[in-house]
Nanobody
């Protein structure tokens, strides 16, 4: 199981970015996939999650709800995080993650769930 996150960059406040999480070695469409972020000096935070294709539910942390949208493209074996109206406090390293126990189910409570597989991070920097 491998996950690769990409799409980060430097953007001004109010701007947008789309992060991609591509999977290999497993059927990404059959697993719930989550996005986490970690800012310098802060704890890692669960940002968003999308359930497996048979479930399809989505969840967002309060601080991004209404600004971020998670989606998946099964043909491309990818999950996306569209981030709009970005704020300086969104600056962080962003990671996608999953676990074998997230097969064919919806999103867990990201604050307490132990993810097994983590993608390489992609940095997001939002300037004022």
């Amino acid at each position: 199981v491998q996950l690769q996150a990409s799409g980060g960059g430097l953007v001004q406040a109010g701007g947008s970015l789309r992060l991609s999480c591509e999977g290999s070695g497993f059927s990404l469409e059959n697993f719930a996939i989550a996005w986490f972020r970690q800012a310098p000096g802060k704890e890692r935070e669960g940002v968003s999650c999308i359930g497996s294709s048979t479930d399809g539910n989505t969840m967002y942390v309060d601080s991004v709800r209404g600004r971020f949208t998670i989606s998946r493209d099964n043909a491309k074996k990818a999950v996306y995080l569209q981030m709009s109206n970005l704020k300086p406090e969104d600056t962080a390293q962003y990671y996608c993650a999953t676990a074998l126990s997230l097969w064919n189910r919806g999103c867990p409570n990201l604050r307490h769930y132990r993810m097994e597989y983590w993608g390489t991070g992609t940095p997001v920097t939002v300037s004022t």
